[in-house]
């Protein structure tokens, strides 16, 4: 649509590039047998980086063999580079003839003991640079045309640590890093099955960063793997820092506020939902990761409910909806009892109101607008703020704050009661993904209830909810076991059965194996 | 058109169950028990369910006719079975009915929401935001509708349960003496009914996206089943609790009818059914104008059901405006009713002896290719 606007103010567009533009080297250059070319090439498209560096050592201590070692210090174990490689290549080779180093030098350092897992020879300048751009070493060697690679590469990270955003009262508490091996590590000690696939594409054009596809291979979808494998190879960006940028890539419908893929940090809920037959998107450098196919209930469930007896886990479900409810509707339903239709409230409570609002000079909807739009003020800035004076936030807005605008009779009390009710409701919301656009909604919803009272209030949930029924993840329907109604499913959805009675895997992602057990259930689909 | 449908724009034959429900059941159920009592009296029951059984026979015309070509609209074997000229002004008619149907729909809900919700907010606005809404249903296609439908017909079932407590205070004797009012009464008030059993009549049209055709008649009969269940459990309450005299009096008398109901602390129990009422009589609304702008659409065969939908507005909007008061209004239905009964108990039978006829139809055009 831009685009249009843009031809029809005259404004021209540049030319979109393609991701091979963007590449450093164009053309595909071959290894020569010559070190000075070698190096040549490599410092004309690395030698501005500071932290680039060659290194010409001769191997095994003879004149005839110029070998450089490249590298990039910052992300390799110089250690390691010195003791374990270094010193074996300059001093361990023994050459039996001089003569025919070509065919020999190969083998030699192939059989050099090296204690490394990866290495690897490469015939392709391009590739070299990314293996060094890896953090991988690169060995030249004169006279021969291939190019040696050992992967010793030491990136900074953290260690596994305790969940920070969804933390839990029961279950595992480890969460996931930004390394990619250590996720993967992360998930592979929990499955020990042989078909737990884990495929690792390279991503994106600049930051060319690891993107680790994880799946069940007799449970997920296989029509959703492919589609998944075609997003990836289509995915045009600059760039990746973490999975949101995959997710609004990958999303069926763009056009949406709610999250499409579900965003974890805990290892155990990935598991879950690979051995429901999901997909989980590993992206190194983010603790994120993503599941496909998502489905809007999701955001409600939480590694608890499984791990608590089902009458707890049912009844906590139940009360995350009503707090969501509470979240998307409460301020609505307050402005429209109170402008519109106060002869629904029982006469003390219309009464006891009226009384309180006495004072008060504003209109209730735009008393309702201030105290909201102050309330994520509030929230937004306790996010911010460093974790000791974000508390001090919390008393000085909504404590004093609060107390003054009521003594003050900007604001009646039943205004303030509704806000902090409608904040702490917000905030049972699990995900907080899923919590930003529920409390988002609010505002239209308060608008549309000040303008039209309760009939606003049902135009408005029926245009969320179509909205929601429209919404696909990964041609899943996203709305799934409530529309299309999946009988089936609705045990694992408002409330939660019994482990017992959860014999089958949930239809709403088509897979391939129904049942969870050996135990037989009837697996007839509903769709 | 003519092409096969993917499997991905199909509805599930459940799906088609709850729209046939929600597209029938809209606006029509809140005068009905007062529009029936009028001429069947204390046996309105006996009416409907004679009114809810002549369908049966409709639907399986509809399913026939629909089975001879089913990749095709209604629109589109219009014009094979009885040529360009003829078939032309059969859709046209469809077309217009199905407008109609809609501005009358949505008249009836913006009368009741301007009596009992927004007595001051003009009613053009009011009009403006249901039209709105339905608009972007439409723009997101049949698929999205199902999948509404049959959510809602399970959210919205307390609605109609929220009506039991009054059956306490019921008189049984408003229903005596049974069969008392005469053969020709109940007969006719069978008629009455068929504005609230209108909407089934959009099989005709999406027919082609149904995913197994063999089952249609079944789904429908499904639905017909419920429709005539819902409404006859709203008339045994209205009567059971009003009696056949006080019926005449009462406008929307299934509203009235929660006015009996006090629960302490909760003020107008009526209001909440009108609350829910408003999303039933949208779902039905919204059909009818998707089922209006998708054969516009058909007929001058545009692509986009969107656009159909937007030139349909001021037709809508002026036909909105015809009826001059509550009474025109109900004096239209009728003749929609009537209207509607000639496109969907004679022409379906009709264009199916033809195709028969004239050889034309599923069976003929596969020996042909």
């Known amino acids: 649509m831009w685009n249009r606007i843009d031809k029809f103010f005259g404004i021209s567009q540049p030319k979109k590039e393609t991701t091979e533009h963007i590449n450093i080297a164009k053309e595909k250059i071959v290894i020569s047998e010559d070190l000075e070319t070698n190096l040549n090439n490599l410092q004309a498209n690395l030698s501005d980086s500071v932290d680039f560096n060659s290194k010409d050592i001769l191997l095994g201590g003879n004149q005839n063999y110029k070998a450089t070692v490249t590298y990039i210090v910052s992300i390799v174990n110089q250690q390691y580079l010195q003791q374990e490689i270094l010193k074996p290549l300059m001093l361990n080779i023994k050459f039996t003839s001089p003569e025919d180093t070509k065919k020999n030098i190969k083998q030699l350092v192939q059989q050099l003991p090296l204690p490394i897992g990866q290495t690897s020879f490469i015939g392709s300048l391009n590739e070299a640079i990314g293996e060094i751009l890896e953090g991988k070493v690169v060995l030249f060697i004169n006279h021969f045309d291939q190019a040696f690679v050992l992967d010793i590469k030491e990136l900074a990270s953290r260690s596994v640590e305790t969940p920070q955003i969804e933390s839990a009262t029961r279950g595992p508490q480890e969460a996931f890093t930004e390394n990619l091996e250590l996720n993967i590590s992360l998930i592979r000690k929990r499955i020990r099955d042989n078909n737990l696939m884990i495929e690792v594409h390279k991503v994106v054009a600049r930051t060319k960063t690891d993107l680790g596809v994880c799946y069940i291979n007799d449970l997920a979808d296989q029509e959703i793997l492919k589609q998944l494998n075609n997003r990836i190879n289509n995915l045009d960006l600059d760039g990746v820092v973490d999975t949101g940028y995959l997710d609004q890539y990958f999303q069926d419908n763009w056009k949406t506020p709610f999250p499409i893929f579900q965003n974890t940090e805990r290892p155990d809920k990935a598991i879950h939902n690979l051995l429901e037959g999901k997909i989980l998107l590993v992206l190194d450098g983010t603790p994120f990761v993503s599941i496909i196919p998502t489905t809007f209930i999701q955001f409600f469930q939480t590694p608890e409910d499984y791990y608590d007896i089902f009458y707890v886990g049912s009844a906590i479900r139940i009360l995350r909806l009503i707090a969501t409810f509470i979240t998307v509707s409460l301020p609505s339903l307050y402005i429209s009892l109170v402008s519109f239709h106060h002869e629904l409230l029982p006469t003390d409570l219309a009464l006891t109101i009226a009384t309180t609002r006495q004072e008060v000079p504003f209109p209730s909807y735009l008393e309702a607008v201030i105290m909201e739009v102050s309330l994520e003020l509030l929230r937004e800035s306790g996010i911010r703020l460093p974790g000791a004076i974000g508390q001090t936030i919390g008393i000085v807005g909504g404590l004093v704050l609060g107390e003054a605008a009521v003594n003050a009779g900007l604001v009646s009390p039943p205004m303030v009661i509704v806000v902090a009710i409608t904040a702490i409701s917000s905030f049972v919301i699990p995900d907080y993904e899923a919590a930003i656009p529920l409390r988002l909604l609010r505002f239209p919803l308060m608008i549309l209830a000040s303008f039209f009272s309760v009939y606003g209030i049902m135009v408005g949930w029926l245009f969320i909810l179509i909205h929601l029924c429209s919404l696909e993840s990964f041609n899943q329907p996203y709305f799934a076991p409530f529309a299309p109604i999946k009988v089936t499913d609705l045990k694992d959805s408002i409330i939660r059965v019994p482990l017992r009675l959860m014999g089958q895997r949930p239809h709403s992602t088509a897979n391939q194996q129904k049942d969870r057990q050996t135990r037989k259930g009837e697996s007839k689909d509903e769709e | ?369």
């Open chain 2, 1 to 369: 058109m003519k092409n096969k449908k993917s499997d991905r724009e199909m509805i599930a034959n459940r799906q088609l169950v709850f729209i046939i429900i929600q597209i029938t059941v809209g606006t029509g159920i809140l005068s009905l028990p007062r529009q029936i009592s009028l001429v069947s009296r204390q046996d309105s029951w006996i009416a409907v369910l004679l009114g809810g059984s002549y369908w049966v026979f409709s639907l399986f015309f509809i399913y026939k006719l629909g089975s001879q070509f089913p990749q095709q609209t209604i629109i589109e074997y219009s014009e094979i079975i009885l040529g360009s000229i003829l078939g032309k002004i059969l859709s046209l008619t469809y077309v217009l009915y199905s407008i109609t149907i809609t501005a009358l729909s949505v008249r009836i809900f913006i009368m009741v929401i301007t009596t009992y919700i927004l007595p001051k907010t003009p009613v053009s606005i009011n009009l403006s935001i249901i039209i709105i809404t339905c608009l972007y249903l439409i723009s997101k296609g049949l698929k999205t509708m199902a999948r509404l439908d049959e959510f809602l017909f399970f959210v919205l079932a307390p609605a109609y349960l929220v009506m039991i407590p009054t059956i306490l205070k019921s008189n049984w004797w408003h229903f005596k003496p049974i069969l008392g009012t005469g053969i020709k009464e109940i007969f006719d008030g069978s008629l009455i009914t068929t504005y609230s059993f209108l909407g089934p009549e959009i099989i005709l049209l999406i027919f082609p996206y149904i995913k197994e055709k063999k089952n249609i008649f079944k789904s429908s009969l499904i639905s017909l089943g419920i429709i005539t269940l819902t409404y006859l459990y709203v008339i045994i309450i209205t009567i059971g609790y009003f009696g056949v005299e006080t019926l005449q009096y009462i406008l929307w008398p299934t509203i009235n009818l929660l006015k009996a109901i006090k629960i302490p602390f909760f003020g107008r129990l009526e209001f909440f059914l009108i609350f829910l009422w408003i999303a039933i009589a949208f779902t039905s609304i919204a059909a009818f104008y998707y089922m209006a702008s998708y054969s516009v659409a058909q007929f001058f065969s545009l692509k986009n059901k969107l656009l159909s939908a937007f030139i349909l507005l001021p037709i809508i909007y002026y036909l909105f405006f015809i009826p001059k008061n509550i009474i025109e209004v109900f004096e239209y239905t009728e003749i929609v009713a009537q209207f509607g009964t000639i496109l969907i108990f004679v022409i379906p039978p009709l264009l199916l002896l033809i195709t028969k006829l004239r050889g034309l139809g599923h069976e003929s055009q596969a020996n042909n290719s």
